[in-house]
């Protein structure tokens, strides 16, 4: 806490904490969106490599006063990947809260715990208890499809009785309903002692959480419920990646038959990873970071690559979870498929067919110039009309129920 007496303004720390791609980042910039421009300050990050520190300063209008003070905050995220230590403990320092973005998913209980622990050492570095500072636990991405319940959650990840809320933060559902609980903590903390005192030990007042919402599905396929909120995302999103320009719309509306077309994609992904589950079929930490860093190419220098995320409305949590599925299916290609490599060979005459019925695509540019390009292109559309054969063969053995009432 810093007090400018001269302004009469105190101004709180609040950091976002937890494990990679929990979805810290998302919260902080739903809410540097959402905040009015007269009300908050640039986002500035701070570059580590594989990853960035982001904060801004902004003051909220309807939390009160601190004995006759204007309240400004100051919000932090920090890395989450585990060799990142050094810069959480250092943008801990001097923290009066903290909002712990935990990942809702049943295979991120270890990734939580282990965050969780981090948090409790890093601020007993500082002589802070963590069962004294007002503390919140985000549970985020409630609408994946392996969502832990709540009161799964609370049991086992919930080691020190805080204050919880639930969120899809990709949605912008949840994030400033977190921010302003968060913040109520601190400044009944503040309101409760003299500024500039020793950290009370009392901890943190309960808050009852909100009431959830009653969840509203469109499919189930096999055990799993996909629910409106998840399904409305992925539209967003693949509208978001496969636009041509970067001319999105903030929120784009699709029409019955486009969410039909897309609800098919989903479901044939949702099949894809049942089965890549049955089969031991994963997507190592390395083989995310290759399919990223070659997506990163088409960049010349970071600063490009956050510029096209801001266009296109997107996250870097929304390419990780391409980068994830473009993994899992090329590894569940190559084990169902056999004879693969000689299935997908390509010969001259398709790539000349490929490029005479595409010539629009290359600029005018000569056969030669782009050919490897265009045996790239061919080899995909094979891959794509195997993996096809696949979810047929995925389908047929599956149950699937669509409730259409629920797409509109």
């Known amino acids: 806490m810093q007090i400018n007496y001269a302004r009469k303004e105190i101004s709180c720390k609040l950091v976002y904490y937890g494990p990679g791609m929990s979805g810290k980042t998302t919260n902080l910039e739903i809410i540097h969106e959402k905040v009015p421009d007269q009300h908050k300050g640039e986002m500035t990050s701070i570059a580590t490599e594989g990853d960035r520190t982001l904060f801004f300063d902004f003051l909220p209008l309807d939390l009160g006063q601190v ?26 320092q001097g923290a009066d809260g903290v909002i712990f973005v935990a990942d809702s998913s049943a295979d991120k209980i ?9 948090l409790q050492a890093n601020l007993a570095e500082y002589g802070v208890n963590i069962e004294q500072i007002p503390l919140v636990i985000q549970w985020n991405k409630r609408d994946l499809p ?11 990840v919930n080691l020190f009785n805080a204050v919880t809320t639930e969120a899809v933060a990709a949605m912008g559902e949840g994030v400033l309903s977190t921010l302003k609980i968060a913040a109520g903590l601190i400044l009944d ?7 500039g005192a020793a950290p009370s030990a009392a901890a943190p007042r309960p808050v009852k959480a909100e009431e959830p919402k009653k969840e509203i599905f469109v499919a189930r396929v096999n055990a799993d419920m996909i629910s409106k909120t998840y399904f409305n995302q992925y539209c967003q999103t693949q509208y ?13 509306k699709f029409s019955v038959d486009e969410k039909k077309r897309l609800l098919e994609s989903l479901l044939n992904h949702a099949l ?5 589950k049955k089969r031991g079929v994963a997507a190592t930490k390395e083989e995310i970071g290759k399919q990223l860093s070659v997506f990163a190419r088409r960049f010349t220098k970071k600063e490009e690559l956050d510029a096209y995320l801001v266009r296109r409305k997107l996250s870097m949590d929304n390419l990780t979870n391409e980068a994830t599925k473009n993994v899992i299916i090329a590894k569940m290609i190559s084990d169902v498929i056999p004879d693969l490599s000689d299935r997908v060979k390509i010969t001259e005459a398709e790539v000349k067919e490929y490029y005479a019925n595409h010539k629009d695509r290359f600029d005018g540019k000569p056969i030669g110039e ?4 265009l045996v790239a292109r061919v080899k995909a559309k094979r891959k794509k009309s195997l993996l096809d054969e696949f979810f047929q063969i995925l389908r047929e053995q599956a149950a699937i129920e669509v409730f259409e009432q629920n797409l509109s």
């Open 67 to 92: 004995r006759g003070m204007t309240t400004k905050f100051q919000l932090y995220t920090v890395p989450g990947q585990v060799y990142y230590a050094s810069t959480r403990k250092l943008v801990l």
């Open 146 to 156: 392996n969502a832990l319940p709540v009161e799964e959650l609370e049991k086992k």
């Open 240 to 252: 978001r990646l496969s636009s041509r320009t970067d001319d999105v719309e903030d929120f784009k």
């Open 272 to 276: 894809l990873l049942q089965d890549a």
């Open 370 to 373: 782009v050919k490897d390009e």
């Open 110 to 118: 270890e990734e939580n715990l282990e965050s969780l622990r981090d």
């Open 189 to 195: 903390r503040l309101n409760a002692k003299e500024p």
